[in-house]
């Protein structure tokens, strides 16, 4: 393990019609998630990191080292950045093989060609490439050249690694197992990791903190579970205000971490997450009766109200918090108030399973 | 209204005008082509392209156009990067500069040439009497000549090969540790090789028939200067016989490297 | 380079008589001369301007085999002055002629080098120097015929350096420097007085060019065509020509 690396930045600059301010902390060892609509500055943010846009205030300094201070007048141009990227299409140079294009940062970093070859390969190995290594990049799979995007971005042993939404080339099918592997490798990275996405179940799944990023400036920022558990937008409740919940697959049903069980078709065997979208939550006053399998009962805790809909914080058992969604005129009708007791179903079905 | 207009969009005519048009416009065109072929002397064809005029001319082309087409890489692709990537005040003009010979006269870019280059030429007076370099009536002449007039179709097919390009390549490459010099070298290049290619190969094709400037600043002398457009012009005025059948061989070089060419140029990337 | 002109100029007069910019008729004869009659001939059509109102004369200047093959090939034209008894006859043979082609001019050979002579040229044998740039017609071309003969009669193997279409393109380059040396008509020098210098040549009395003048079949005004062969043959033609250096028949 080198020195604890760390990248403090802050953000300004102007760019079309985005007009950027945004400050950003990531530790070493820890993923931070950027989420934000489209438009909301997060791939312009990255570049910013990456040298690729100059600011026009503020400074980036990558563990102890200015990267850029337009003040100071320090710059250091982006191929001197101890940084991997992995942009969004991934970028994979079309003329070379996977071995090559891995290969390409160690040469350009003064590894002789023979070092540089045999060192992509073993990375290329590790991300379970090895049946590719001599492939161009248009004949491997989705999930191949996110793979090979990921390990070239490593190849080179950055001190911050950048994530432009890294899995929303894939399709559905494959976008969980990927995913799976991308938090695999991340937990064996040791520096800092910034992650772009718009999908609430990558940033959960991903990263430790999340930023929130709309038009240009930061609304919001902290833990992903306080996030989750708070939302100040109705954008951000959208995004990120998903009930997330870590289990064992047994078939048809997750066994949670804390106890609980939660009945959800084909859940698989294994770590898995279980989401469920505070939508998806029904309450009643009374048990209700019929088809959902999940029923249980609880507190109302808080109720917020989030533009035309209302935001009911429900703790279940006295321990497990639930996010739900209802109308205002539900919140009338059940009459929910601070510690009111309510029924809770969701259905099975609208249970989703994703893989740890 | 539904039925008139799928008939219409079954049966999509062209209009009478634009194919009589059309087609008076590739007669026009093949018409020349034909004449020429039908004058040909078939028979004698293979004998008269083996003498000793035509081999050294065939010879001196195939050279020269080659060395045209290196030097116009050499300078042309940096050329073409720079108007595509860099900028800089004055970058029309010097786009404009560049591309000129294209459709400049090349008597004018040979007379132009003489008055650099010649013995009492701007340039021409310091590589004469101190070096002892000698650009027209020699080989190297023919060069100059041809890179001078063939080279912008070189940087015009590059640069919009690069113009169409992802730059965001050349971002990964310098997230990767990448100079500029490395990127152009191991990654611009290679990833515009077609386009270079086309760029090439048109450029050969254009010194191969270059004649007003070679003739103007390089003269006209059987194995040194006297390249297949000259020798043409040479045998016009005895041998019409061989003449016709050396315009057969530039007519069907020409004819192949269009060919070859056909995607490329018509719809670079 | 002339060549190409020329082949322009031809396809410009395409048409013959039209109307000048006073809006009187005019009829306009065309004249196909060699090279090295261009000025002596300019001064020639003017004087036939001037006895025959209302008439221009246009000149299709080129090499002699060229203007035959282009008269052969249909190119409308008048008169054909040519420098080359053989591209005469070719068109003669052709039946493409009003009246047997006459010898109307001789012409000798020089050697022109640039004003002040760079190359210190003093004769034939600094042909062979390698170490200065000469240039002749070529050999398909009557001037270029005649200087291969007086250097081979001299023993000189010459180096040449370029090979001209036509001995105004020679000249041409003689004047602007660019060439040491050159063997152009006597005419020529005289034409370019001042910016290029002479030097007479032992023997160039035996290797004359003869220019022969014929009027030609497609002339759309034989009358005029075969006037302007006559004031060619005539005392005042041949004084004009005798001005520009030519000698006489």
Known sequence: ?356 | ?269 | MRRLAAVGLVAVLAGGCGTDAAGGTTVTITVFAAASLTDAFGELGQAFSAEHPGVRVRFNVGPSPVLATQVLEGAPGDVLASADPSATSRVAAAGATLDTPAVFARNSMEIAVPAGNPGRVAGLADFARSDLLVGACAEEVPCGRLARRLLADAAVAPAIDTEEADVRSLLTRIEAGELDAGLVYRSDVLAAAGRVEGIDVPGADQALATYEIVALDGSAAPGLARAFVALVGSGVGQRILADHGFLPR
């Not at chain 1, 200015?66 to 079309?94: C, H, N």
């Not at chain 1, 800092?192 to 996405?197: E, F, S």
């Not at chain 1, 049903?253 to 939508?279: D, M, Y």
């Open chain 1, 1 to 356: 393990m080198g020195p604890a690396v760390s990248l403090l930045a802050e953000v300004r600059l102007a760019l079309g019609a985005l007009d950027l301010e945004a400050a950003l902390e990531a530790e070493a060892g820890e993923v931070v998630a950027v989420v934000g609509p489209n438009g909301a500055g997060k791939t312009t943010l990255l570049r910013a990191l990456a040298g690729l846009v100059a600011l026009a205030g503020g400074r980036v300094v990558l563990g102890g080292r200015v990267l850029d201070d337009p003040e100071a007048s320090i710059w250091v141009p982006t191929e001197q950045r101890s940084i991997g990227y992995v942009f969004q299409d991934y970028l994979l140079f079309p003329h070379l093989s996977a071995l090559d294009n891995v290969a390409f940062g160690p040469r350009c970093r003064g590894v002789d060609r023979v070092g540089a070859r045999s060192l992509a390969r073993s990375w290329l190995e590790r991300f379970g490439l090895a049946e590719v290594v001599g492939h161009r990049p248009a004949s491997l799979s989705g999930g191949q050249a996110q793979r090979v995007a990921l390990a070239r971005a490593l190849a080179t042993e950055p001190r911050l690694l950048l994530l432009d939404e890294p899995l929303a080339a894939l399709d559905a099918s494959t976008r969980d197992g990927v995913r799976a592997d991308l938090r695999r490798h991340l937990a064996t990275f040791d520096g800092a990791c910034v992650l772009v996405t718009h999908d609430p179940v990558d940033a959960l799944l991903l990263a430790k903190r999340l930023v929130v990023l709309e038009g240009g400036s930061v609304t919001q920022r902290g833990l992903a579970a306080e996030v989750a558990a708070a939302p100040r937008s109705p954008w951000v409740a959208e995004l990120v205000g998903v009930n997330l919940w870590r289990g064992r697959g047994r078939g048809d049903g997750i066994e949670l971490a804390g106890g609980g069980w939660v009945a959800a078709p084909s859940a698989g065997t294994g770590e898995v997450f279980a989401v469920i979208h505070p939508r998806s939550v029904a309450l009643h006053r009374r048990r209700p009766e019929g088809t959902p399998r999940n029923v249980w009962r609880g507190r109302a805790e808080a109720v917020e109200l989030l533009g035309d809909r209302a935001r009911v914080r429900v703790l279940l058992d006295d321990r497990v918090p639930l996010a739900a969604e209802v109308t205002p005129a539900a919140v009338a009708d059940l009459a929910l108030g601070a510690g009111g007791e309510v029924w809770v179903s969701v259905k099975a079905t609208e249970v989703r399973v994703h893989p740890a």
């Open chain 2, 1 to 269: 209204m539904t039925a008139p207009r799928l008939a219409r969009r079954r049966a999509p005519r062209p209009p009478l005008v634009l194919v009589v048009l059309a087609g008076t416009g590739v007669v026009f065109v093949t018409l020349p082509l034909v004449a020429l072929v039908q004058r040909a002397p078939w028979r004698q064809l293979g004998s008269l392209l083996v003498r000793p005029g035509v081999v050294d001319a065939l010879w001196l082309s195939m050279v020269t156009a080659g060395a045209a087409t290196g030097v116009s890489l050499v300078l042309g692709v940096p050329l073409a990067w720079v108007l595509a990537r860099v900028e800089f005040s004055g970058r029309r003009v010097v786009r404009a500069l560049v591309t000129l010979p294209m459709v400049l006269p090349p008597v004018v870019a040979g007379v132009a040439l003489l008055f650099a280059f010649g013995r009492r030429g701007l340039v021409g007076q310091w590589l004469d009497t101190p070096l002892g370099i000698l650009l027209p009536f020699s080989t190297t002449g023919v060069v100059v000549a041809q890179t001078f007039v063939a080279m912008p179709f070189l940087v015009v097919t590059v640069e919009a090969g690069l113009r169409g390009a992802d730059r965001r390549y050349e971002d990964a490459a310098a997230t990767l540790g990448a100079s500029r010099w490395t990127t152009f070298r191991r990654l611009t290049v290679p990833m515009l090789a077609p386009a270079i290619a086309a760029g090439a190969l048109l450029c050969w094709a254009r010194a191969l028939g270059e004649f007003g400037a070679t003739i103007t600043f390089a003269g006209n002398l059987q194995g040194r200067t006297r390249t297949l457009p000259l020798a043409v012009f040479a045998a016009l005025e005895g041998d019409r016989e061989a003449a016709i059948a050396l315009s057969l061989v530039l007519v069907v070089i020409s004819l192949v490297v269009l060919l070859a060419l056909r995607d490329r140029w018509w719809a670079p990337r």
